[in-house]
């Protein structure tokens, strides 16, 4: 995934090869990273913890999973001036 295509809010998909996919919500958007927040997980990443994870590994989540905590879209927020 680039970084153009993530905003705040977006839910993603993470992990590396060999490795169970992480669902996490970016909580924060930097130029090489994204600050994000577990929200399904296994043992080293437990839900709630934050990752700083870079774009290259992460995926978009095009489908809400079975939680409830995951079911909101991904919408790009609206800027408000």
Do not use: C
């Not at 996919?21 to 994204?34: M, Q, V």
């Not at 080293?44 to 700083?52: D, E, I, M, Q």
């Not at 870079?54 to 927020?77: C, D, E, F, I, W």
């Amino acid at each position: 995934m680039e970084r153009d295509h993530a905003h705040v809010g977006m839910l993603v998909r993470f992990g590396r090869d060999g490795e169970a996919s992480t669902i996490a919500r970016i909580l924060k958007a930097h130029p090489a990273r994204a600050k994000v927040i577990v929200i399904e997980g296994y043992e080293p990443k437990a839900v709630g913890s934050r990752w700083n994870v870079p774009y290259a590994l992460m995926s978009p989540v095009h489908q809400a999973t079975s939680t409830g905590a995951s079911v909101l879209p991904n919408r790009k927020p609206r800027n408000f001036r």
